[in-house]
T-cell receptor, first 115, second 108 residues
Framework: EPEVTQTPSHQVTQMGQEVILRCVPI?????FYWYRQILGQKVEFLVS????????KSEIFDDQFSVERPDGSNFTLKIRSTKLEDSAMYFC?????????????FGPGTRLTVL | RKEVEQDPGPFNVPEGATVAFNCTYS??????FFWYRQDCRKEPKLLMS???SGNEDGRFTAQLNRASQYISLLIRDSKLSDSATYLC?????????FGAGTILRVKS
């Protein structure tokens, strides 16, 4: 069964450094998402991406964040200057096109630790 | 008011028990509803979608009451492997809005 994959599984960085989290969505999916989950808290939406542009973003997704689909398979989340409060699990998700196919499939996540 | 509200639990039940979780949502315009399951430090995995007519998948039954903005999940004959956090999820626009989750612990 096709899966969303994410790399790395764990990233440790120093405050102020840039990080890039990588995702490979399911191959025939057209909608891509990033969510995050701070330890002990709920899963929160960051951004959705369709047709090579952001379709929706949350208040969390400020100027420090950006997303890109640099080629036909990868979908990346960049944090320009990490803060301590960016420490969280970051989940990538994807879904097929069409209103009837609402299911979003999640990757295993990248644990980001900012020191 | 929180967008999606759940009783955090934990629910501690013996194997074989029936357990029910409830969830309320605030946006009456929401169109799609789901239960996801999350194991410790893992990704959310879709358990089932929730429809107005109610739906059943084996030991799991989900119900939606749009008038009350209320969603439920019933698990019959609980197994040890059902121990997890159950997330009530509502689709708002293009994104999923998650509840904080209800912890279930099934004991032998």
């Amino acid at each position: 069964e096709p899966e969303v994959t994410q790399t790395p599984s764990h990233q440790v960085t120093q405050m102020g450094q840039e990080v890039i989290l990588r995702c490979v969505p399911i191959s025939n999916h057209l909608y891509f998402y990033w969510y995050r989950q701070i330890l002990g808290q709920k899963v929160e939406f960051l951004v959705s991406f369709y047709n090579n542009e952001i379709s929706e973003k949350s208040e969390i997704f400020d100027d420090q964040f950006s997303v890109e689909r640099p080629d036909g398979s990868n979908f990346t989340l960049k944090i320009r200057s990490t803060k301590l409060e960016d420490s969280a699990m970051y989940f990538c998700a994807s879904r097929r096109a069409g209103l009837s196919t609402d299911t979003q499939y999640f990757g295993p996540g990248t644990r980001l630790t900012v020191l | 008011r929180k967008e999606v509200e759940q009783d955090p639990g934990p629910f501690n039940v013996p194997e074989g028990a029936t357990v029910a979780f409830n969830c309320t949502y605030s946006n009456s315009a929401s169109q799609s509803f789901f239960w996801y399951r999350q194991d410790c430090r893992k990704e959310p995995k879709l358990l089932m979608s929730v429809y107005s007519s109610g739906n059943e998948d084996g030991r799991f039954t989900a119900q939606l009451n749009r008038a009350s903005q209320y969603i439920s999940l019933l698990i019959r004959d609980s197994k040890l492997s059902d121990s997890a956090t159950y997330l009530c999820v509502v689709k708002g626009g293009n994104k999923l809005v998650f509840g904080a989750g209800t912890i279930l612990r099934v004991k032998s």
